[in-house]
């Protein structure tokens, strides 16, 4: 059994839309710049038309570097916006509001899935019934 740790983390690549690609959830104690690869993966895997993948600040370094040796592929990072110049990063923000919908299930409001499938299951349940709705 694997060591339990407080809280999880949700990774997404999501299209220009907004459209769920891929999510991966796993232990909190798990960096960002390592554990990015672990959703950019399946998402190539499934849509090899993609051509660059956009990531905030967190992801740099590993990511970064890992990207580019296992799946020849880019990324654009997103600066740190800087306090007093705010401005609206497009690619960014599509990332941003699809977490935010998420958000709006209640399911996901609070960790409750015990096995991480589940987790993934139920952000993919909650992105579907955000999409029925926009219909």
């Known amino acids: 059994m694997g ?3 407080k809280g999880r983390k949700r990774h997404i690549v999501v299209d220009v839309l907004g459209c769920l690609l891929s999510v991966v959830v796993h232990a909190a104690n798990i960096h960002d710049t390592k554990a990015g690869i672990f959703t950019a993966k399946p998402a190539f895997k499934r849509y090899p038309s993609i051509q660059k ?4 600040a967190g992801y740099r370094g590993t990511f970064v570097s890992d990207l580019k040796q296992q799946l020849g592929l880019d990324v654009d990072i997103s600066e ?4 007093h ?10 990332v941003e509001r699809t977490l935010s919908w ?3 299930s ?4 609070k960790d409750y899935e015990i096995t991480i499938l589940s987790a993934e299951a139920m952000v993919k349940i909650s992105h579907i ?7």
Do not use: G, Q, V
């Open 3 to 5: 060591e339990k740790t």
């Open 53 to 56: 993948f956009c990531a905030d």
């Open 80 to 83: 740190k916006i800087k306090p």
């Open 85 to 94: 110049e705010w401005e609206k990063l497009p690619w960014r923000w599509i």
């Open 102 to 104: 998420f958000n709006h």
């Open 106 to 109: 209640r399911r996901l409001s």
């Open 129 to 135: 019934h955000t999409l029925l709705k926009r219909l």
